[in-house]
T-cell receptor, first 113, second 118 residues
Framework: DSGVTQTPKHLITATGQRVTLRCSPR?????VYWYQQSLDQGLQFLIH???????AKGNILERFSAQQFPDLHSELNLSSLELGDSALYFC????????????FGSGTQLSVL | AQTVTQSQPEMSVQEAETVTLSCTYD???????LFWYKQPPSRQMILVIR??????QNATENRFSVNFQKAAKSFSLKISDSQLGDAAMYFC???????????????FGKGITLSVRP
């Protein structure tokens, strides 16, 4: 168990809908990262938050947004969903220092039908 | 931008034997960190090993060790005494030592699927 909690584990929804994925980092971790894993694109970095502030953006679509709350949990919001958004979405957390290890949650499997 | 390449999509090893998974990367930085992550069928991403670029000594974690060749930008993972539980997808990843902006992320390779034959 990595100590990173992601909910829900599975999500099935329809095109055009909006969903929210939730991540609780390990106790004491200030950094939260979101990754998307799909068969064709591999593991793609979406966004990084550190202590409530956005630190870096990767290949995140405009239809997607995220935030990190004062209690350090994070949410990834996906809207106007398309079939191609079906993927495994990972959250990872770390203390927030150079070179440290990232600890991953078990992911949320999103299926858009 | 940094890139990570894992050119072998699949590998197979006999139980109790040794296997080496290859990874190359491209960067203009001199200070960085390299990682191998394992993703078993459960989908959980599990850290296997980490290497600091400024260290010449290769990292070792029990049956797992790396061969880090900085000049060649090569970072291979050796698994000794392979076990059935080692069957998984293995990802090589790069992280800049500069913890600023986009450099804070991990950049992953496409992964290698390792199967272990009993």
């Amino acid at each position: 168990d990595s100590g990173v909690t992601q909910t829900p584990k599975h999500l099935i929804t329809a095109t055009g809908q909006r969903v929210t994925l939730r991540c609780s980092p390990r106790s004491g971790d200030l950094s939260v990262y979101w990754y998307q894993q799909s068969l064709d694109q591999g593991l793609q970095f979406l966004i990084h938050y550190y202590n409530g502030e956005e630190r870096a953006k990767g290949n995140i679509l405009e239809r997607f947004s995220a935030q990190q709350f004062p209690d350090l949990h994070s949410e990834l919001n996906l809207s106007s969903l398309e079939l191609g958004d079906s993927a495994l979405y990972f959250c990872a957390s770390s203390v927030g220092t150079v070179g440290e290890k990232l600890f991953f949650g078990s992911g949320t499997q999103l299926s858009v039908l | 931008a940094q890139t990570v390449t894992q050119s072998q999509p699949e590998m197979s090893v006999q139980e109790a034997e040794t296997v080496t998974l290859s990874c190359t990367y491209d960067t203009s930085e001199s200070d960085y960190y390299l990682f191998w992550y394992k993703q078993p069928p459960s989908r959980q991403m599990i850290l296997v090993i980490r290497q600091e670029a400024y260290k010449q000594q290769n990292a070792t974690e029990n049956r797992f060790s790396v061969n880090f060749q900085k000049a060649a930008k090569s970072f291979s993972l050796k698994i000794s005494d392979s076990q059935l539980g080692d069957a998984a997808m293995y990802f090589c990843a790069y992280r800049s030592a500069s913890f600023t902006g986009a450099n804070s992320k991990l950049t992953f390779g496409k992964g290698i699927t390792l199967s272990v034959r009993p």
